[in-house]
């Protein structure tokens, strides 16, 4: 996703092969990662698949710089939320390798892995992507979005650590620091999502198309924080939580994100009949599917 839309927010040309070598770095990484879980759980296995990621996210992240650098012009705000997204990523993998030098802070390490991967990492990349690509998906023009990219980045970014930092912090103070993270990180949220309402309005309810399911991510992620808060306060389990934050979040993101880009990955260029009659199949009961995933993910995150 990074490799497609770093050329689109830096106004320059398609991706070419210097783009092509992280993902494949990374793949190779979650390979061995995959590998190491269904066997023995090697220490060296995944040090050396936490190494390939991080070697790929410094890689991606150079590369979009460059980007930046030989542009004309300002560079568009997301870009910054892909940059510290991939901050949090190697803090996440620089966790897993301290994890056999450290073994007596293995589970403080795996906690905050976990946060800086799901709410840094992977949710810092979502903020940043659905700011820019709902509108494009219902054809409309959000003119405030550069604002909030440029706003609230600040407010996710800590709210992410705040709450990466408390939950695997073993010190009194680390709930507090949790709970003032999540309102910081939740507080960016729902101010993107009101300001969907107030521009949008139904046509984020339709039946059809990408924009519902992406909205209805969005309402994931918002859910799976307050679910988040009523686990660091005792009264729900962990696990089910990281399950919720997959299907009530992720799956309707990527689901909706891949039904309207993949024609145009397909057949990069002029977009014809051929584009829409493949983005209208794929995006068909969009809505639908996004509010099932939704529910589902919610009700699996709050199970006792």
């Known amino acids: 996703?990074?490799?497609?839309?770093?050329?689109?927010?830096?106004?320059?040309?398609?991706?070419?092969?210097?783009?092509?070598?992280?993902?494949l770095l990374a793949w190779t990484g979650g390979a061995l990662a995959v590998f190491a879980f269904a066997t023995d759980f090697s220490p060296m296995v995944l040090s050396v698949a936490a190494t390939l990621g991080g070697i790929a996210a410094l890689?991606?992240?150079?590369?979009?710089?460059?980007?930046?650098?030989h542009m004309f012009g300002p560079r568009h705000r997301g870009l910054d939320w892909y940059l510290a997204a991939l901050g949090f990523l190697l803090l996440a993998l620089l966790a897993v390798l301290l994890m056999p030098l450290l073994p007596d802070q293995r589970n403080a390490l795996r906690l905050f892995h976990l946060h800086a991967n799901l709410l840094g990492f992977v949710g810092l990349t979502a903020l940043g992507t659905l700011q820019v690509l709902l509108p494009t998906c219902l054809g409309q023009a959000d003119p405030d979005a550069p604002l909030r990219l440029r706003r609230d980045l600040k407010w996710a970014a800590s709210g992410a650590l705040l709450i990466t930092v408390g939950v695997s912090s073993p010190l009194p103070a680390g709930s507090a620091l949790a709970l003032l993270g999540a309102v910081f990180y939740g507080g960016v949220v729902l101010r993107m999502l009101r300001a969907w309402q107030s521009r949008f309005g139904k046509t984020l309810l339709r039946l059809h198309g990408a924009a519902p399911s992406l909205t209805a991510a969005a309402l994931g992620l918002a859910g799976l924080l307050v679910l988040g808060v009523a686990h660091g306060l005792g009264w729900l389990p962990a696990r089910p939580a990281v399950a919720g934050f997959v299907v009530a979040f992720l799956l309707p993101l990527v689901s909706g994100a891949a039904a309207h880009l993949l024609p145009v990955w397909l057949r990069p260029g002029v977009q014809g009949p051929w584009h829409q009659a493949l983005r209208a199949r794929l995006c068909r009961w969009?809505?639908?599917r996004g509010l099932l995933l939704l529910l589902l993910g919610l009700v699996i995150a709050a199970a006792p």
Request: aromatic share 16%; net charge positive; no cysteine.
């Open 286 to 288: 969009g809505g639908v």
């Open 59 to 69: 890689g991606l992240g150079g590369w979009a710089l460059n980007r930046a650098w």
């Open 1 to 23: 996703a990074m490799g497609y839309f770093v050329p689109v927010l830096t106004r320059g040309d398609a991706a070419g092969p210097a783009a092509w070598w992280p993902p």
